[in-house]
């Protein structure tokens, strides 16, 4: 019998080949496997997983200071992004992955490099909590007109993504959005604030 990670790998493989979401009642998910672990506490699939967090704190019955409660959410954070990983890939040079987030985000005409994809999806505002919910349950996933329009939902329903986590891949790194000083420039191009900053320090040394 294959062994749990032989499972993800394949699972993986699988997800780069394809877009369609595993079953909903998969247990052998990051997500599942870390609410798992509350004997009681009971994980409902079909549910959000930023809803079922929110069961479970109400279930601890702790404060927010309360060494199990932190603990709780830093496991949550480490599944949220384990979770990406194994549904859209970690290899930010991946055509495949790339190609299958174009597919989820239901871009029209995918397109057949990897620097065309980045474009699409980067234009693409969705929360990547939202993301992760839609690849594992097969739902729709919510687009918004602006950043501005993302930051606000983002604020207001508290779906952070974890920013930085030691299971990161290059293409979760990539995706991250900066909710509270959101980049006003292409992201390859650097921001506004950083080139006008640079001009500064230019003219105060005498450059052009």
């Not at 699939?45 to 019955?61: C, D, G, M, T």
Request: hydrophobic fraction near 30%; glycine fraction near 6%.
């Amino acid at each position: 019998m294959p062994s749990r990670t032989e499972r993800r790998k394949h699972k993986l493989a699988s997800a780069r080949r394809t877009p369609t979401p595993p079953p909903v009642g998969d247990d052998d998910t990051p997500l599942a496997v870390f609410f798992a672990q509350f004997e009681s506490f009971s994980f409902n699939a079909r549910q959000s997983s930023h809803k079922n967090f929110k069961r479970l704190v109400r279930a601890i019955s702790s404060g927010p200071d309360d060494p199990e409660r932190r603990a709780a959410r830093e496991g949550f954070k480490d599944a949220l992004v384990q979770e990406f990983n194994e549904r859209f890939g970690t290899d930010g040079n991946d055509l495949a992955s790339w190609q299958n987030l174009c597919d989820v985000l239901k871009i029209v005409s995918v397109p057949e490099t990897i620097q065309e994809c980045r474009q699409r999806v980067w234009d693409t505002h969705v929360n990547l909590v939202d993301l992760v919910d839609t690849a594992r349950m097969g739902t729709p996933v919510r687009v918004f007109a602006s950043l501005g329009e993302l930051t606000a939902y983002t604020m207001r329903t508290e779906k952070y993504f974890p920013k930085e986590n030691a299971y990161q891949g290059g293409l979760l790194k990539e995706l991250l959005r900066e909710i509270h000083n959101p980049y006003l420039g292409k992201r390859r191009n650097g921001s506004a604030k950083r080139k006008e900053r640079k001009k500064k320090k230019q003219r105060a040394v005498g450059g052009n």
